[in-house]
């Protein structure tokens, strides 16, 4: 991912070295000539092989603070350890650099949106076959939310993989289990990728890369639940990302095939 603030440019990376695959932030001064990207933030996270579950999306949050997505990377027992990074979102403080966790129990968080005026962290999820998420978290200080995985999903093992989960894994609500339930499921997966929650008018759109489109949901008042719901199809294309631009009331959507970004207006 890539994000901007103040006067800096921010990326998040796969990194490899002797200990394996691991994944960081780095950071340049915003330069539109050049870019020189130094080591800002280093998970000290390892994996022995390169896989698509490492997160790494970059998000805005409170007091000179940003969020940042980070995927269980296939390591098990990492996502319910609090001394792991991996499987977490974090709260990174731009000066200090010092971390804090935010929720833990993720698989693979793709998408990452902070709605500021109800201090709601909204993120996307990959789930295994099946199941990805929509997630909603309402901070608040020293309260830690646990989404679950790997004890728990609405989606199923790949093959050759149920051995490595508990026999009920795949049979119970996240409630019934004590883990935080999703805002929305979706079984078969859509291979989830970005959210945008627009406070104007509490209407969610969701970004994905396999059913290539851009899923639209009108939520009540109190975002607690949905009022309608539709679709924007883009045929073959598999969307990466999502962005929107509130001065011209558009979205650019980052189409991988092509590859190309295309403008689509909200009206």
């Known amino acids: ?104 129990g993720h698989r693979n968080p793709q998408g990452l949106f902070f709605l500021e005026s109800k201090k709601l962290i909204a993120n996307t999820e990959h ?29 199923a093992a790949y093959k050759g993989e149920g051995a490595l989960f508990k026999p009920d894994t795949f049979k119970k609500t996240h409630l019934e289990k004590g883990y935080e339930e999703p805002f929305k499921y979706f079984v078969p997966s859509i291979g989830i990728s970005e959210l945008f929650l627009n406070p104007k008018n509490n209407n969610l759109y969701v970004s994905s890369l396999r059913a290539g489109s851009i899923y639209f949901y009108e939520l009540n008042e109190d975002l607690s639940k949905i009022s309608s719901e539709d679709r924007i199809f883009f045929g073959d294309q598999r969307i990466r990302d999502l962005d929107y631009d509130a001065e011209n009331d558009l979205f650019f959507v980052l189409l991988e095939f092509t590859p190309s970004i295309g403008i689509l207006s909200n009206n």
């Open 1 to 104: 991912d890539l994000y901007i603030q103040d006067k800096y440019v921010y990326v998040s990376l796969q990194h490899k070295d002797k200990n394996g695959l691991t994944i960081n932030l780095y950071r340049a001064e915003l330069d539109y000539k050049n870019l020189t990207f130094e080591l800002f933030f280093k998970t000290n996270e390892y994996w022995p092989k390169y896989n698509v579950f490492s997160g790494g999306r970059i998000e805005k949050f409170l007091n000179n603070k940003i969020l940042f997505s980070i995927g269980f990377s296939k390591v098990y027992d990492a996502p319910q350890n609090e001394s792991s990074l991996l499987g977490k979102i974090i709260s990174i403080d731009l000066n200090t650099k010092k971390h804090e966790l935010v929720s833990l």
């Open 127 to 155: 789930g295994p076959f099946g199941g990805d998420e929509v997630n909603f978290n309402y901070f608040k200080e020293n309260n830690v939310k646990n989404f679950g995985w790997p004890e728990v999903s609405y989606g």
